[in-house]
């Protein structure tokens, strides 16, 4: 583990800081050599992809990709951990290749369930959950998913099941950047903070600033108060991350970083911020 439990020393900020800064760089290159778009959300979840494989999973636990378009960042944070090579991240949405813009579960280490059509990942991580409470297995499900799919039935259908079902081995985690494929949650659904909604339905919420380490830890980490999910309280979490699409880039907060491949300019200029500490 990267943290200490309850918070950062300054050696493990400063390995934190150092991880970042490697996984950021190579999550940029990989997406510019294959010319592939999707960049704005793969940075607005990396900080927590990051914190969640170092610090927070065990090897009982178990983590779904709901938002798949994001699939770059998790490459790399277990590209981070040694589990995939710069060899396949090389093959990175190219033909034939075992690590495809959406993942495909083959060949991806730790990958149980492909992704890509947002919206499936809370049924499969509630259901996960469930057959794991009903085995008694320590281990608790993660399930990152985007704000913007939360505008569809079958998520909130799952967060139902998972309260109803007292799935306290659950943890949806969902990036709040604001931005989806056709303008901002508000402008598209009149939605721009999901937490008092997750709170409505009965989930233990917790938000946290998805780009600060510690924020996230304090928010996963079990507590008898403040901050994090009620200990032995049998509710499922949703832990909400405030983030920026594209954190730190030339177009951050921006629509088009939701689509848009970078050019040669873009992309020498994003390296330039990443290496000056400034993204």
């Known amino acids: 583990m990267i943290f200490d439990e309850d918070c950062m020393n300054r050696n493990s900020e400063e390995n934190f800081r150092h991880i970042r800064k490697k996984a950021a760089l190579r999550l940029l290159r990989m997406h510019y050599e294959s010319k592939s778009g999707h960049v704005g959300g793969n940075f607005s979840c990396l900080d927590a992809l990051l914190v969640l494989h170092h610090s927070v999973m065990t090897q009982e636990d178990r983590f779904i990709l709901s938002k798949g378009h994001s699939a770059g960042a998790l ?35 730790n990958l149980l369930f492909p992704t890509g059509s947002l919206g ?127 954190n730190g880039l030339h177009y951050e907060g921006k629509l088009e970083s939701h689509y848009l491949p970078l050019s040669a300019e873009q992309y020498e200029t994003a390296v330039q911020r990443i290496n000056a500490g400034e993204a």
């Open 75 to 109: 490459y790399v944070a277990l590209w981070s951990l040694g589990l995939l090579s710069d060899a396949d991240l090389e093959t990175f949405c190219r033909e034939n290749t075992a690590l495809p813009g959406h993942p495909s579960g083959l060949g991806i280490p």
């Open 120 to 246: 499936h990942g809370p049924s499969l991580a509630a259901g996960l959950a469930l057959a794991l409470k009903g085995r008694r297995a320590t281990g608790r499900v993660f399930c990152l998913c985007s704000d913007g799919e939360w505008q569809e039935g079958s998520c909130w259908e799952a967060l139902i099941f998972a309260v109803r079902q007292r799935l306290g081995n659950l943890v949806f985690l969902v990036d709040q950047n604001g931005l989806q494929g056709f303008g901002s949650t508000q402008e598209v659904a009149g939605v721009s903070d999901l937490a008092p909604r997750f709170q409505a339905f009965g989930a233990a919420v917790a938000c946290a600033d998805g780009h600060d380490p510690n924020a996230i830890l304090r928010a996963l980490a079990p507590r008898d108060g403040g901050e994090g999910p009620p200990v032995a309280d049998g509710r499922p979490q949703v832990v909400v991350l405030r983030t920026r699409k594209g």
